[in-house]
């Protein structure tokens, strides 16, 4: 956090419990982009791995969990150093979600790959690259407690959504023109949800960021618009935020 505490192993603590999340995201996001892969390529290997190593994932989050709580039970935080655990226990279950999506993923991906390759979904690739960007934007977000930053990942998800519809239309119209059989579609669309859900955890990533450094809950979208709105109508006007309580 940025301000030191009397106590220098409270502040060890705390930081080694931002390290442990920023581990389990890595993870998360190398799961992800190695899914993605495993479809685009049909590499078998690949996706059996990230099956294979979703309980390292599992245990980074029961190890970070219990971490949350003994600084609970034994620091008694308070302020900006409350808002940080609870938004640190929140982002650890996000992350293991994220995980078991990268998880789907490749076992699509495995089903694929049993099936003659026939037709190329032009958006997929789109869109997994736009949701893996909001992941990896939404950690940096955390890391250096950016407000701004996160408040970009909330509006930006708009394209990946605009994305997952297209994809969707694609993979319609490829149907209806007999260039892809419809089990075969079906399986993309979901692996296009997938992305799509794992993009909406990265925002909410984002807004419990947004919640940690300056104490506004924004989950519900109109909720973020609003938010925007007013910051943008301060910024035009001069106007200083007003801190947070209890900071």
């Given at each position: 956090m940025e301000r030191a505490h009397i106590n220098t192993k409270y502040d060890e603590e705390l930081s080694l419990l931002k390290k442990r999340?920023?581990?389990?995201?890595?993870?998360?996001?190398?799961?992800?982009?190695?899914?993605?892969?495993?479809?685009?390529?049909?590499?078998?290997?690949?996706?059996?791995?990230?099956?294979?190593?979703?309980?390292?994932?599992?245990?980074?989050?029961?190890?970070?969990?219990?971490?949350?709580?003994?600084?609970?039970?034994?620091?008694?935080?308070?302020?900006?150093?409350?808002?940080?655990?609870?938004?640190?226990?929140?982002?650890?279950?996000?992350?293991?979600?994220?995980?078991?999506?990268?998880?789907?993923?490749?076992?699509?991906?495995?089903?694929?790959?049993?099936?003659?390759?026939?037709?190329?979904?032009?958006?997929?690739?789109?869109?997994?690259?736009?949701?893996?960007?909001?992941?990896r934007r939404a950690l940096n977000a955390f890391v250096a407690e950016d407000v701004d930053q996160s408040l970009k990942v909330c509006t930006d998800d708009e394209y990946v959504d605009q994305t997952y519809k297209k994809l969707i239309e694609e993979l319609m119209q490829m149907m209806t023109d007999k260039i892809i059989p419809i089990p075969r579609a079906m399986k993309i669309m979901l692996v296009a949800k997938y992305l799509e859900r794992i993009a909406d955890h990265a925002v909410h990533i984002s807004e419990m960021v947004v919640f940690m450094v300056v104490g506004k809950i924004i989950r519900h979208q109109q909720t973020t618009l609003d938010y925007l709105d007013d910051q943008f109508h301060k910024s035009r006007h001069g106007e200083k935020e007003a801190p947070p309580a209890n900071p």
């Open positions: 999340i920023l581990r389990m995201g890595e993870m998360v996001v190398n799961n992800i982009e190695n899914a993605i892969v495993s479809v685009t390529s049909r590499d078998h290997d690949l996706a059996q791995i990230i099956l294979d190593s979703d309980h390292q994932i599992n245990e980074l989050e029961v190890d970070a969990e219990e971490m949350c709580l003994r600084i609970i039970a034994l620091r008694q935080p308070a302020g900006r150093d409350l808002r940080f655990i609870s938004t640190a226990m929140k982002i650890i279950t996000t992350l293991e979600r994220m995980g078991d999506l990268a998880v789907n993923i490749s076992k699509r991906s495995l089903e694929l790959g049993q099936e003659p390759r026939t037709g190329v979904c032009f958006h997929l690739p789109i869109m997994a690259e736009a949701a893996e960007d909001l992941v």
